[in-house]
Every structure is written in C-alpha cells, then in structure tokens.
C-alpha cells in the first residue's frame, strides 16, 4: 500500500466517524426540535385552557353582577311591602266605612271620609300598589284569584266564572301581594 492509500484508510474511518456523530446530532437536533415543538404545543394548550378558565370566570362574575343588580332593584321596589300589606285591611275598613257612610245623611262626614280614602289610595299607588281588576262575569284564573267558595252559577254563562269579588286583591308592581278573594259558579 502506498501512503496515499493509508491515508485514505485512515482518514475513511474518521469520516465514518464524523458521519455517525453529525447523523447523531441531527437526530439528536430533530429529537431536540420535537421536544421543542412538544413543550410549545404543551404551553400553548395550558395557555389556552387558562383563557378558557378566565373567559368562564369573567362570564360567571358577570352574570353574578347582573343577577344582584336584578335582586337589588327587585328589592327596592318591594322594599315596603310588608307596610302596604299591613295597611290592606286599613283599606277594606275604608271602604266599608264608606259604604255605611253612603246610607246616612249626614253628606259632610261622607265626603271627609271620601277625601281621606282617596289621600290613602293615591299614597299606596304613588308607592306602587295596584288594584287587581276583578269584576263579575271574569273567567277565574288560580293564577290570579282565590276562590273561597263554589256555588251553582244563575245563568249557564257564569259557569266556571266569577259571581262575586268578596276582597279586592293588590299588586305591587308585577307581584301579587293580595290575591282576590271570589266566588266561583259551579
């Protein structure tokens, strides 16, 4: 062999060498760039699950901001109610009070009595109170009304009607905080 050939057997190992380890790196460099892309892919996953996780927080915290605000104005325009119930039967004994008034002859009593009902009224409906309107002939929805009694209806037409309304019933704003009491024909 001469020099030159020794040469290239000596220098052919190395290049195997140098072959294996620039194989090796690439490997090595891809094993590195997946590792990479795998902890990138595994970061971008946990960052999207943390948006997700605060977009459902936010959207809670607004809804529970929305659902005590409701509660709060709910409130206020109920926040005399337990008065105004108890000033009702106040009310009924007004009525009735005109009503025995409206017999007797003595007109300026009436009218004080009238005035001071009206004052009342107008008091109780600047708060929010209504009356239910219920008359005779009205289709009796428990929903709505209380029916105390049954009784056999005079005409065919006033079957599962109301006969007669024996409490008015009130509401206070879109609740009904009195139901009116009535008599339905059977």
């Known amino acids: 062999m001469s020099d030159k050939?020794?040469?290239e057997e000596v220098n052919e190992p190395i290049l195997d060498e140098q072959s294996i380890n620039d194989t090796g790196k690439e490997q090595e460099d891809v094993a590195n760039?997946?590792?990479a892309q795998s902890v990138e892919e595994q970061l971008q996953n946990e960052l999207a699950k943390e948006k997700d996780k605060f977009l459902?927080?936010?959207?809670?915290?607004?809804?529970?901001k929305k659902r005590t605000s409701r509660e709060r104005m709910d409130l206020f325009k109920t926040a005399g109610q337990e008065v105004i119930v108890a000033l009702l039967p106040v009310l009924d004994d007004f009525e009735r009070a005109l009503k025995e008034l409206s017999k007797s002859e003595d007109k300026e009593m009436f009218k004080g009595v009238e005035l001071i009902n009206g004052k009342f009224r107008d008091i109780l409906k600047s708060k929010g109170m209504e009356e239910v309107g219920v008359k005779q002939g009205d289709v009796f929805d428990a929903?709505?009304?209380?029916?105390?009694?049954?009784?056999?209806a005079p005409e065919k037409k006033l079957k599962g009607k109301i006969i007669d309304v024996v409490e008015r019933g009130y509401k206070l704003g879109d609740r009904?905080?009195?139901?009116?009491?009535?008599?339905?024909g059977n």
């Open 176 to 184: 009904i905080i009195r139901h009116p009491k009535v008599v339905v």
């Open 33 to 35: 760039e997946e590792e």
């Open 5 to 7: 050939n020794k040469a």
């Open 143 to 152: 929903e709505i009304h209380d029916a105390i009694t049954q009784i056999p």
């Open 56 to 64: 459902r927080l936010f959207a809670e915290f607004e809804n529970y």
